[in-house]
């Protein structure tokens, strides 16, 4: 008989529950059943890493082509029938998966209604329009590329390990430059660890503060195994990012990852990443030799000029006859001396003539030269008479004469009516 609650008197929802009040287990399975199977479908990403095909049905598991996450699907014989000839063992594929719960067992499962291979053409797809978004924020542009160091002291490089690439760049660099240091990183180039292990080489690089150019090599091979671990867009942001100049050397000419549009050099192959981060020893030597051969030829040439000229002053008559340069100074000096004396004689007989005029002018237009022709001034009471009418009979008169003075006593005067002051001024 059974004695489970009637359903009434069961907790309506599974918080309700408690040790005295528990849920059926059918409950439990029948509420997780409508609880997961109400989630709608979904596309997912994956590789294929396990494909079993077992009374028609299809058993599959999908790992993340990123992360170490696996997830098993289930295609039933009807999805199971389409996947024959299409899908395979390591495929990268998309799934639409919706998740079921069997309440018989509680398994969970994730049930495939569609699955199609990620094709060469979808991922090319992808990994332009990557191109194109990062190149509308302006990661590609060209003014953001940082100069190769003329001679970087440590070099950089992450590459497979033991792989021809790094074999190609390290020989070559060391023909070009025997001194060339390296600072190797070796990490995956393939698969879907490569991105991770790359960006995480490249920090480490970044970080070095011996490093100067950091080069990310890989050589030739399947196009999806060379331009989709370099196109991830993870690892192209890091690259726009590092503070080191980085040169992408992924050997592929058919297409290009999206590395070599963010990296500040891209060299076709790693042989032409060697080539691109050190200058050819033998060259820069050759062009030493040429630029001290052309030194000496111009310091020659610059010391046999400077001999003629020397030789042509030399020649010169100041050389020849120093003396005269002051003979023929102490000749222009003298006659400038005479040509002054000249001068000077002439200005002060001039001037002496003019004073003697001045002399002259001053001397006839004194009162004494009128009184040396005979005149006298006459004077009364300090008052130099000029009528006869200023003094009368008897007044004293004072007399200046050209050589002293006369006294005298006026007698008599007179004064013509036919004549005036006037008249005689």
């Known amino acids: 008989m059974d004695s489970s609650p009637a359903p009434?008197?069961?907790?309506?929802?599974?918080?309700?529950?408690?040790?005295?009040?528990p849920w059926p287990l059918r409950l439990l399975s029948e509420n997780l059943k409508k609880y997961i199977e109400r989630a709608p479908q979904a596309w997912i990403e994956g590789q294929l890493i396990e494909y079993k095909v077992i009374r028609g049905n299809a058993w599959m598991t999908l790992r993340d082509l990123d992360e170490d996450y696996s997830l098993p699907v289930?295609?039933?014989?009807?999805?199971?029938?389409?996947?024959?000839?299409?899908?395979?063992?390591?495929?990268?594929?998309?799934?639409?998966?919706?998740p079921s719960f069997y309440t018989k067992t509680g398994r969970l499962s994730m049930i495939v209604s569609a699955m199609r291979p990620v094709g060469i053409g979808d991922l090319l797809a992808r990994v332009e329009n990557l191109r194109r978004a990062l190149d509308a924020e302006g990661l590609l542009d060209p003014s953001l590329k940082q100069p190769l160091p003329l001679l970087p002291h440590r070099i950089g490089l992450i590459t497979g390990k033991d792989s021809d690439a790094q074999k190609d760049v390290i020989r070559n660099t060391l023909l070009r430059w025997p001194a060339a240091?390296?600072?190797?990183?070796?990490?995956?180039?393939?698969?879907?660890?490569?991105?991770?292990?790359?960006?995480a080489a490249l920090a480490d690089l970044?970080?070095?503060?011996?490093?100067?150019?950091?080069?990310?090599?890989?050589?030739?091979?399947?196009?999806?195994?060379?331009?989709?671990?370099?196109s991830d867009e993870a690892l192209v942001r890091a690259v726009a990012a590092a503070q080191t100049p980085v040169v992408s050397a992924i050997g592929?000419?058919?297409d290009r990852p999206v590395l070599d549009d963010v990296a500040d050099l891209r060299a076709s192959t790693p042989t032409d990443a060697a080539k691109r981060i050190?200058?050819?020893?033998?060259?820069?030597?050759?062009?030493?030799?040429?630029?001290?051969l052309r030194l000496a030829a111009g310091v020659e040439r610059l010391v046999r000029?400077?001999?003629?000229?020397?030789e042509a002053l030399r020649t010169r008559p100041v050389m020849a006859q120093p003396e005269r340069l002051v003979s023929d100074r102490a000749e222009d000096v003298q006659r400038l001396v005479d040509r002054s004396r000249t001068a000077l004689a002439s200005a002060l007989t001039r001037e002496a003539d003019v004073v003697g005029h001045l002399r002259a002018?001053?001397?006839?237009l004194s009162p004494q030269h009128t009184l040396d022709r005979g005149y006298a001034v006459v004077q009364h009471a300090g008052e130099v008479i000029r009528r006869a009418d200023q003094v009368n009979a008897g007044d004293a008169l004072d007399i200046l004469v050209a050589a002293g003075r006369i006294g005298a006593t006026t007698t008599d005067t007179h004064t013509p009516e036919s004549t005036s002051a006037e008249d005689h001024t």
């Not at 929802?13 to 009040?21: H, L, M, P």
């Not at 289930?74 to 199971?80: K, L, T």
């Not at 002018?361 to 006839?364: A, H, L, T």
């Open 206 to 230: 970044d970080a070095h503060p011996e490093v100067d150019v950091i080069v990310i090599a890989r050589g030739g091979g399947a196009l999806e195994e060379v331009i989709l671990p370099f």
């Open 181 to 199: 240091q390296f600072e190797v990183r070796e990490v995956a180039v393939q698969g879907a660890h490569a991105p991770r292990e790359v960006m």
């Open 305 to 310: 000029h400077e001999a003629q000229r020397l």
């Open 8 to 21: 009434s008197s069961l907790p309506a929802t599974a918080a309700g529950t408690s040790a005295e009040q």
């Open 74 to 98: 289930i295609a039933w014989r009807n999805v199971a029938a389409t996947l024959e000839g299409t899908v395979q063992q390591g495929s990268r594929v998309v799934a639409c998966v919706k």
């Open 361 to 364: 002018r001053v001397r006839s």
């Open 252 to 254: 592929h000419e058919a």
């Open 278 to 292: 050190v200058p050819d020893a033998a060259l820069e030597l050759a062009g030493i030799t040429d630029a001290r």
